[in-house]
């Protein structure tokens, strides 16, 4: 089945401790994208990825960082997480210029 | 930076009625368009996606596009208690040097009143 997996579905830290949300596609799509959602701000682009070895900043890039090591997977790091990134986020891939496949979503909360 | 502009609602239509959502972008060279649906807690799903200025059908949904206008909108025919959701706009935006950046509006809250 195609997809696109994303862990952990839930998530509860503390700040400062570094934390890591695997994102991984089965789909050989060379687009990723990670988004983040809060309400009245709609989706915010953190970072995309074109292929391997490619990674661009979104709208939203602070706080986070990124790899594509692999095609299949784009993990999503925050280093030094604080209470303002407590959020809803996205996984999501796709082949040029088609439609978004999206991850389940991670909830995150940082205390 | 690139926008996508939606009213956030929520926009409120009876069963059976007309459901019409509306959405701006600030990138006259954007070629790509696309509408979802989202459930509360769920993620987004494509409705339809739409290339070329005019109209595209699909069953009751009508996206229509105008790239001199720089809008896009959504038509929802005989709309459902199920068809409430937020309508999520998106938009394709070219970075030069193969690269592309879709941006989604902030998104517009439908009910569907029985």
């Known amino acids: 089945e195609a997809q696109v997996t994303q862990n952990p579905r839930y998530l509860i830290t503390v700040t400062g401790k570094k934390l890591t949300v695997t994102c991984s596609q089965n789909?050989?799509?060379?687009?990723m994208s990670w988004y983040r959602q809060d309400p009245g701000l709609g989706l915010r682009q953190i970072y995309y990825?074109?292929?391997?070895?490619?990674?661009d900043k979104g709208d939203v890039p602070e706080g986070y960082k990124v790899s594509r090591k692999e095609k299949r997977n784009f993990p999503l790091i925050l280093e030094s997480p604080s209470p303002n990134q407590t959020s809803l986020y996205f996984c999501?891939?796709?082949?040029?210029?088609?439609?978004?496949?999206f991850g389940s979503g991670t909830q995150l909360s940082v205390l | 930076q690139k926008e996508v502009e939606q009213n956030s609602g929520p926009l409120s239509v009876p069963e059976g009625a007309i459901a019409s959502l509306n959405c701006t972008y600030s990138?006259?060279?954007?070629?790509?368009f696309f509408w979802y649906r989202q459930y509360s807690g769920k993620s987004p799903e494509l409705i339809m996606s739409?290339?070329?200025?005019g109209d595209k059908e699909d069953g009751r949904f009508t996206a229509q596009l105008n790239k001199a206008s720089q809008y896009v909108s959504l038509l929802i025919r005989d709309s459902q208690p199920s068809d409430s959701a937020t309508y999520l706009c998106?938009?394709?935006?070219?970075?030069?040097?193969?690269?592309?950046?879709?941006?989604f509006g902030k998104g517009t809250k439908l009910s569907v009143i029985p």
């Open positions: 999501a891939s796709s082949s040029y210029n088609e439609k978004l496949f």
């Open positions: 789909m050989n799509h060379e687009y």
């Open positions: 739409i290339y070329s200025n």
């Open positions: 990825s074109m292929n391997v070895e490619v990674t």
């Open positions: 998106a938009v394709m935006f070219y970075s030069g040097a193969g690269s592309y950046q879709l941006t």
């Open positions: 990138d006259r060279v954007s070629q790509s």
